[in-house]
């Protein structure tokens, strides 16, 4: 009975049903830009900051009830308090909805053609397609090719050749998230999909919106239609936008722009980046992507399939602690001058991490500079006979700079033991190379290999609770010598998670009560939803962060029990599930440098030599 | 940095030039592993060791990708031999060749000889797309294929290729013939200052390879392995005299890490 109280509950806010479904009706153009609700925020720092407007406004007041309640939340009472805020979360979500257009009016008085009326806001679209085929002309003629844009008349590179998707299709429309990047002066640079001639209209209406928004003072931030959500994401030179039916929040969506900016910095550098356009407004950025296409379909296929990105923490392979302890220190006693970081990766997670002292002093690796070295290390996998030296950079480390990587798999047919070497020093590839040889002893004298060949992920079946069927646990730092890479533990996806479909479905479930713990206007501390073919229950402490999942049939007790068994679990086995206490070596001879943030002169800035292209 | 003794550098260092997707990793693959296979456009370098006899010969594949342009000189620094790959189906990459790519090659041996490759040669003669790479006994198959007619090419017109603005982009994607390929080698030994007499002639250093089929490609590699033999003996003589190398240990290791 109390089941199905829930279940009538949760139809209302379960992902798959838009909320706006029957307030407005679509608007259908060719973009699928639709339905122009802008939320056009000023130029401003963060996104709360930015929320000025009355909709906005209003939603505090309109929940405080919720809030007020959910501040006394308690493991305890979790039940009766997420239904009072389940049914304000719908009642505001439509609510947001109506407001959109009257909040465009009152944004946009300079433009007339900018209207809270369906049809006006169509033309609108319209409006600036005809702006964005002006710019195009303008754009297109200069400097050497843009296979986008000359579309009709040049025989598309070969490059393009693996994206030759029929744009007028509906398959193309029917993706999940279309993700584009273009310069300023409207460049296209990068589509997730697609070809040509929908990409060039289509950036060009973004492209158009983004400077007319950008022409009155204002940045653009987003759009909603009633299938898709359009996000936009202004980095120094590059626009990247997201158009998504996946019922994402606008800050997960752009948080995924973000990981799509920085693999681009990672390429290129930030300071590469504005120099080149500062140099050259219309460069096309293309001649330097060139070929990294299928690293940024990389990134975009593991961030819609793996949690990592979502909770910004790192996922390593459970390891006997006296096993990882000893990997660490074969790679603490394999070094060279000028090294800072040695990884060493199973199966795309990662075994350990071992870092130079001095840059490790006042910083430590982020995640998704570490997400950032799995991606590209999984779209080099055409060449693993051989070892790889190449320039990266680490954005969140320093995004101007560049590190040099060694990339090695150390059992070769197989390929699933990767060795990553990070030197300071372009020119130090044999002595990297030298260090590797050195691991390589060490590990076939401990027989190293073997043993990594035995670890696996773990089954949620372990914890030994019936109806736990699978979780994401997140820890927060504790302090001191705690101090290291944002981690989380996860077991392996189990029936009825085994198909894709499904995977992604529990993923969805997932970044839905994401979004719920992290929105920006009212954050939540615990939820305990129950959806149609599973209960979750999300919690967020200060000193954690945890996603369950259940089977439908659990009752609220039951649920919290099997949280606290859980986390008595973890506990346990905290030593094997995560990297703790990294060791660190010293390479430099002097200690007192960092280079994080300032150019140390041991980090590489040149530029590759791209300037001497333009 | 070479006072680190313990660096262990193969005798020899043959270096893979070109622009992206003309072909240089599927090339490498096909002598390495006798395979053709989807490839991934290169990041930086990759660096591989081949026994060859008694000797190590390393082989940079390079990143063709503009990108990587400014570390082409450092993974050309002391190259014995250098291969500029182009596809045949792109007059662009042959020019690419001449206007990107030789500078970097500034940094070579002396001494270093040339290759010029055109790649992708299954796409133009149907000697190269007809070749079947038997992996056990390539050498004889390249061998009766050593009577390889000039292939079929379409055009002859030596124009250089029109800027990509040209309404008609399919100048750049022009066959490019056997002779544009010997041309660009008397260029590449007028630039390094070479007397053609003296010099290795066009006709010996200019091939025409398909990695799909495998046409050519061991004769390319063991054609070059085999020029750059007086290289490694030289040098092999020169560490002799210094006592920071040791090259007992150095073929030990390397034995184990090449294949065949
Ligand atoms: N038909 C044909 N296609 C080839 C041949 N060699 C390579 N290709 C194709 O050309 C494309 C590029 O090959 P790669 O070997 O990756 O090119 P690359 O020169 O290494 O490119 P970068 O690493 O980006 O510099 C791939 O799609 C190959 O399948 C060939 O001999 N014949
Ligand atoms: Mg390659």
Request: aromatic share 8%.
């Amino acid at each position: 009975m109390e089941r199905d109280n829930h279940q009538g509950e949760a139809q209302g806010v379960h992902i798959s049903e838009p909320p706006s479904e029957s307030s407005l009706p679509a608007d259908t153009l060719v973009t699928s830009l639709s339905l122009l609700g802008n939320h056009m925020f000023p130029d401003a720092g963060e996104k709360q900051e930015e929320i000025n407007s009355t909709a906005d406004k209003e939603e505090p007041a309109e929940l405080q009830q919720s809030d007020v309640a959910l501040k006394e939340h308690s493991v305890a009472e979790p039940h009766s308090n997420q239904l009072k805020r389940l049914e304000t979360e719908e009642a505001e979500t439509s609510v947001d909805l109506n407001n959109v257009s009257t909040q465009s009016t009152d944004r946009e008085k300079e433009d007339t053609a900018m209207d809270n009326d369906q049809s006006d806001s169509g033309e609108f679209v319209v409006t600036m397609l005809a702006k964005a085929k002006l710019e195009e002309q303008g754009i297109g003629v200069k400097g050497r090719s843009s296979p986008l844009l000359e579309a009709g008349t040049q025989e598309s590179p070969a490059f393009m050749s693996h994206r030759d998707e029929d744009v007028t299709a509906e398959s193309w429309r029917q993706h999940r998230k279309h993700v584009f990047v273009l310069s300023e002066a409207g460049k296209p640079i990068y589509s997730r999909y697609g070809s040509e001639e929908a990409l060039s209209s289509t950036m060009g209406v973004m492209m158009a919106l983004v400077s007319f928004v950008q022409s009155g003072d204002n940045i653009i931030r987003s759009v909603y239609s009633e299938e898709h959500t359009v996000v936009f994401l202004q980095k120094g030179p590059l626009v990247l936008v997201c158009v998504s039916s996946s019922r994402q929040s606008e800050e997960q969506l752009r948080g995924e722009l973000l990981y799509v900016y920085y693999q681009i910095v990672s390429m290129l550098t930030q300071a590469s980046i504005s120099r080149i356009f500062e140099h050259k407004k219309n460069y096309d950025l293309r001649r330097l992507l060139a070929g990294s296409e299928k690293i940024l379909d990389g990134l975009l296929n593991l961030v819609d399939s793996d949690p990592s990105f979502l909770l910004a923490a790192v996922h390593c392979l459970p390891l006997a602690c006296s096993l990882r302890d000893s990997l660490s220190q074969i790679l603490q006693k394999a070094i060279t001058p000028n090294l800072v970081f040695s990884i060493l990766i199973a199966k795309n997670q990662l075994l350990t991490i071992v870092q130079e002292k001095t840059v490790i002093e006042d910083t430590r690796l982020e995640p998704a500079d570490v997400h950032l070295l799995l991606n590209l290390i999984g779209a080099s996998s055409a060449f693993q006979a051989g070892e790889i030296w190449t320039p990266i950079c680490l954005p969140l480390f320093n995004p101007d700079c560049y590190f040099y990587a060694y990339i090695s798999y150390l059992d070769p047919p197989e390929c699933t033991v990767c060795l990553l070497l990070l030197s300071t020093d372009k020119e130090a590839f044999y002595a990297v190379a030298e260090c590797k040889r050195k691991i390589e002893e060490a590990m076939a004298a401990q027989n190293s290999l073997s043993l990594i060949a035995k670890a696996q992920s773990y089954s949620v079946s372990q914890v030994g609770v019936s109806d736990l069927r699978h979780f994401m646990y997140k820890p927060f730092d504790v302090p001191d010598n705690y101090r290291q890479l944002t981690q989380f533990t996860s077991p392996e996806m189990e029936a009825p998670y085994t198909s894709e479909e499904e995977k992604m479905r529990l993923l969805d479930l997932y970044r839905f009560m994401h979004s719920r713990i992290h929105s920006t206007s009212r954050p939540l501390k615990l939820i305990y939803h129950v959806a149609e073919r599973e209960t979750l229950l999300a919690w967020v402490t200060s000193k954690f962060e945890l996603y369950t999942c259940f089977s439908p049939l659990v009752t609220k007790a039951c649920a919290i029990t099997a949280i606290t068994k859980l986390l008595r679990w973890i506990k346990k086995e905290e030593d094997r599930l995560f990297i703790r206490y990294p060791p660190k070596y010293s390479t430099t001879p002097n200690p007192s440098k960092s280079s994080r943030g300032g150019k140390s002169d041991q980090q590489d800035t040149t530029d590759n030599g791209y300037l001497s292209l333009l | 940095m070479p006072e680190v003794s313990k660096m262990k550098k193969p005798d020899v260092k043959v270096v893979l030039l070109g622009d992206m997707n003309v072909g240089k990793t599927s090339l490498l693959h096909r002598y390495t592993e006798r395979k053709f296979r989807d490839t991934i456009s290169t990041v930086g370098g990759a660096f591989f060791l081949k026994q060859w006899g008694p000797y190590n010969i390393s082989i940079w594949d390079t990143a063709g990708r503009e990108q990587f342009h400014g570390l082409g000189s450092m993974y050309c620094r002391g190259a014995a031999a250098v291969i500029l790959t182009y596809d045949v189906t792109n007059w662009q990459s042959l020019a690419e060749l001449e206007e990107r790519f030789l500078s970097l090659t500034d940094t070579a041996n002396h001494d270093c000889i040339y290759a010029v490759v055109g790649n992708k040669a299954d796409l133009i003669d149907p000697k190269a797309q007809m070749f079947q790479d038997s992996g056990g006994e390539p050498e004889d198959r390249t061998e009766l294929e050593k009577d390889r007619t000039e292939p079929q090419v379409l055009s002859s017109c030596p124009t250089p290729p029109a800027s990509p603005a040209s309404p008609s982009g399919m100048i750049l994607h022009k066959p490019v013939t056997h002779e544009d390929a010997v041309a660009l080698y008397g260029r590449i030994l007028r630039y390094k200052g070479l007397e053609e007499k003296s010099s290795l002639p066009a006709e010996k250093m200019c091939f025409e390879t398909s990695a799909k089929t495998g046409y050519n490609v061991d004769t390319l590699f063991e054609t070059l392995f085999d020029l750059v033999l007086p290289s490694i003996l030289r040098k092999r003589n020169e560490n002799q005299a210094s006592p920071t190398v040791d090259l007992e240990e150095c073929r030990g290791k390397r034995a184990r890490t090449s294949c065949c």
